[in-house]
């Protein structure tokens, strides 16, 4: 058999183009940032049940299969189970941590099975097998003085703490009570779904998540969310460290790095800002096109196309499904005058729609991003990106911060000028209002503003904002103590978009005992009001008006309850 020769996109490239590639794909390799692992998904299986009947049959049914921890809702005990009195569930799918109080009103290890307290019991709530049923017991206690072997607490409960890979029911309601962001509990009709996920698996760390511009709030359990809305593989979700990846389940699609605004999801092979540095070291000339895909997909292109006919055009082995509407705008900044893909699952993706339109808004340029067809290249007449001047900034701080630097130096490009576009595609602009009488400047929606969107002031105790950083996650709004702040959404193309701007400004409280400024008048004059209404001022007030340390010294000196 003959030897079979791969098709090279590199012989697409010319000399210096081709170093460039070789260099920018060096740099894209040592800057991959992928671990690779194995892990063992241990058969424990907590299964939570209201039956009796069905616990039993979980129990000799799959017992030989893995560990079965099974617990019962409800107030009959019994020694092949956990009854429980009040369960709680920590940790993450695979690694859960299940906190049970459990009755446990016989110590079977004292027991010497005298049948007393089952002779003796008024209520009949004790069976032939030392089977206590709760709904029955009075707790008058008679058991107890009975046993000789002080073997029975009739109000003892016990504290347990299980390990467990995965919750599984029969029970709607339970499985209702139970599921939350972070716990997947599993109908007992998904058991083939458990078995599929036990055994030692490998494991390729792709996704990585920022908790530090990511703006979701654990705290307030609110936010943007949009990485979980994507995610069809149940692979994302919120935990008490906030928004985490469950590795094992990921395959890779991209959906989360492509919709998330503000780059805390990242694409371990090309994060973004490897992606300008990648483009940086390529330094593509003026009105070339490009072709995205797998290496798989462009030696398809290859075969598929007379590639000796093809000119001014590189074949890139960059997958776009992890791209977000920053990647396709920088690539027409910098003079791309095409980018053509090589994935028809991206045919419905949200982010090439919002590119595309809006160029075309913008330069009247259509379709700047195309999906090829069973990889077939129909040669177009010459595109010519029309830019006149083409974006040389290749620094980088966070995905937000350069697409709206990226969106700015677009709109000064074109003719368009003061123009409201309503974003109905990605809803990811926008800007907030604030009314100054109702703000107190408590700097509350600063504090959850990661991407900085909002910033104080110190210096003028001024509140401040750069519409084309906020992406529209509501958290401020929502987190506004005096219902000051409301979100307008849509893309401004105006100058005082992209612009900081002050929202709000007050005079320094400066304290009259030491000199030292210790807040602003708007939040003194809120806590006054609101004492004065509670009619705490006379208690509470007192010395309000000087800083912490002087305050606990005035009360001291007149004896005064600090506290």
Avoid at 118 to 127: L, R, S, T, Y
Avoid at 461 to 478: M, V
Wanted: a negative charge; charged letters at 30%.
């Amino acid at each position: 058999m003959g030897k079979i020769e791969r098709c090279n996109y590199l012989d697409f490239l010319s000399g210096l183009l081709k170093n460039s590639f070789l260099k920018a794909e060096t740099l894209r390799k040592e800057l991959t940032d992928v671990r690779e692992y194995n892990i063992t998904i241990a058969p424990r299986i907590a299964i939570i049940s209201n039956s009796v009947d069905f616990l039993n049959k979980s129990i000799e049914s799959y017992s030989g299969l893995f560990e079965v921890i099974p617990i019962y809702i409800g107030k009959l005990t019994s020694q092949e189970f956990y009854t429980s009195y009040d369960i709680k569930i920590g940790g993450r799918e695979y690694k859960y941590k299940i906190f049970l109080k459990s009755y446990a009103p016989i110590d079977f290890e004292k027991c010497s099975w005298c049948g007393e307290c089952f002779k003796v019991c008024p209520e009949n709530a004790i069976d032939l097998d030392l089977n206590i049923d709760y709904d029955l017991c009075s707790l008058c206690k008679k058991c107890e003085q009975v046993c000789e072997d002080n073997a029975i607490t009739i109000d003892r409960l016990e504290s347990i703490e299980f390990d467990a890979s995965f919750i599984i029911t029969d029970d709607k309601e339970i499985l209702s009570d139970f599921t939350t962001d972070w716990v997947k509990v599993y109908d007992i009709d998904e058991l083939d779904k458990v078995f599929e996920r036990i055994g030692e698996f490998n494991v390729l760390e792709i996704v990585k998540h920022d908790n530090d511009i990511c703006q979701y709030s654990l705290k307030l359990d609110y936010g943007c969310k949009r990485c979980i809305e994507a995610c069809e593989y149940e692979a994302i979700s919120t935990d008490d460290e906030g928004i985490i990846v469950n590795h094992l389940n990921c395959v890779g699609c991209g959906k989360c790095i492509s919709v998330c605004p503000t780059g805390a999801m990242q694409n371990g092979y090309l994060k973004d800002d490897t992606f300008i540095k990648y483009f940086q070291t390529l330094d593509l000339p003026k009105d070339i096109s490009v072709v995205l895909g797998e290496e798989e997909d462009l030696r398809k292109f290859c075969w598929v196309n007379d590639i000796n006919k093809l000119e001014n055009l590189i074949l890139l082995p960059l997958e776009p499904r992890y791209f977000n509407t920053f990647h396709y705008l920088f690539l027409f900044a910098i003079g791309v005058s095409k980018v053509f893909i090589l994935n028809e699952r991206l045919k419905e993706n949200e982010q090439i729609k919002f590119c595309n339109k809006l160029l075309e808004f913008l330069f009247k340029y259509k379709e700047f991003i195309s999906i090829l067809d069973n990889y077939k290249f129909n040669k177009q007449s010459e595109l010519i990106n029309p830019l006149k001047n083409l974006y040389k900034n290749f620094s980088f701080s966070t995905r937000r911060k350069k697409l709206a630097a990226i969106l700015q130096f677009l709109y000064k490009e074109s003719n368009v000028s003061n123009i409201l576009i309503k974003d109905n595609i990605l809803d990811i602009f926008g800007n907030v209002l604030l009314d100054k009488d109702k703000c107190t400047l408590c700097l509350a929606c600063v504090n959850h503003c990661k991407i900085g969107a909002l910033v104080a002031k110190e210096e003028d105790f001024s509140l401040n904002h750069t519409p084309a950083f906020c992406i529209q996650c509501g958290i401020c709004e929502y987190v506004c103590p005096e219902d000051a702040i409301e979100i307008a959404s849509g893309l401004l193309l105006a100058d005082e978009f992209f612009n900081m701007k002050v929202l709000n400004k007050d005079e320094p409280m400066v304290c009259p005992e030491c000199g030292k400024v210790f807040g602003n008048k708007k939040s003194y004059d809120s806590v006054v009001v609101k004492l004065k209404a509670a009619g705490l001022f006379e208690t509470k007030g007192t010395y309000l008006n000087y800083c912490e340390s002087c305050r606990v010294k005035k009360l001291f000196e007149e004896g005064a309850d600090v506290r």
